[in-house]
């Protein structure tokens, strides 16, 4: 049962899944990206710890094949990692699927936020004020999405156009696919447009909701989740792999953006990771501060 307390702080959902083949051999569906070690601590341990909120609020949805080494990192950070905070995925179906089975667990009251477990971001600090942000739309009943102010051009990317401002952002006006070298340069000139993350912060009623909308397939087949999730491999086999993206945010109206204004970057491919520093020696963090009140 959670309290009213429990209640004024969002349930975080990070998402370690994916096959890792477009890293291969350093990354594999084995040894996922997730685990790969940037600045002494691995991807994972840099997600799980970056959100100032309890551990005990955060949950991780990854492979079953690899639950070992996903607890093993884990417990290296916090000692006191529990299994019921460990979701595991049969089969890869992408993001829809696996919010769904993130938000099956939680509260219909509870506020969400979907992290996926391979990006670098940095600072800590201003990431938490743009999640703050970002929980005061979703408490409004927006479907939040973190952007990124575009620093240049990329083509890797899925872009976001604003709309209306509203308090702590704006109405997303629509998504926009990876886009070529020249459109791209115009959604940059503009300045109507910010990289899309892949952060979803959101009400879960309101994510319910949606996908009864506008992916009812997934919501039909999460209703006979037994609750030992016994059945999970059934439901996840005959589930077609869909992003969250398409399955309900260039559907849904009630998309709205909020912008984050550090360093961020998708390790999705050869060219990102090499940019990146690996194992620099630096300190590591000292674990998840609590330094906001949501």
Not at 192 to 214: C, K, P, Q
Request: proline share 5%; charged share 30%.
């Amino acid at each position: 049962m959670h309290t009213s307390k429990d209640r004024a702080e969002p349930k975080v959902i990070i998402l370690a899944g994916g096959a890792g083949r477009r890293l291969w051999p350093l990354s594999s569906p084995q040894y996922p990206k997730y685990l790969m070690e940037f600045e002494g601590r691995t991807l994972l341990q840099q997600a799980y710890t970056r959100v100032d909120i309890p551990d005990e609020n955060k949950y991780i949805i990854g492979a079953g094949n690899v639950a070992v080494l996903i607890k093993r990192d884990l417990l290296e950070i916090n000692n006191n990692f529990s299994d019921k905070n460990l979701l595991l995925e049969p089969l890869s179906k992408n993001t829809a699927p696996a919010a769904a089975l993130g938000i099956s667990i939680l509260d219909k009251e509870d506020i969400a936020v979907i992290l996926p477990a391979d990006h670098i971001i940095k600072p800590s600090d201003e990431f938490n004020r743009s999640l703050r942000d970002a929980v005061k739309l979703a408490a409004k009943g927006h479907i939040a999405v973190i952007g990124i102010n575009p620093e240049h051009p990329a083509t890797g990317y899925g872009y976001i156009k604003k709309g209306e401002e509203l308090d702590s952002g704006w109405k997303v006006v629509e998504f926009k696919e990876k886009p070529d070298a020249k459109t791209a340069q115009e959604y940059l000139k503009s300045g109507n447009y910010l990289w899309n993350a892949g952060i979803y912060v959101f009400n879960v009623s309101v994510m319910r909701e949606e996908m009864d909308r506008y992916a009812g397939y997934i919501s039909r087949a999460f209703s006979e989740l037994k609750a030992d999730r016994s059945n999970l491999k059934e439901i996840y086999k005959n589930m077609p792999g869909i992003s969250i993206d398409y399955a309900v945010m260039e559907k849904t109206d009630r998309a709205a953006v909020t912008a984050f204004k550090g360093y961020w970057k998708d390790l999705g491919s050869w060219k990102t990771v090499k940019e990146e520093p690996r194992n620099s020696g630096e300190e590591k963090s000292k674990g998840d501060v609590r330094k906001n009140e949501w």
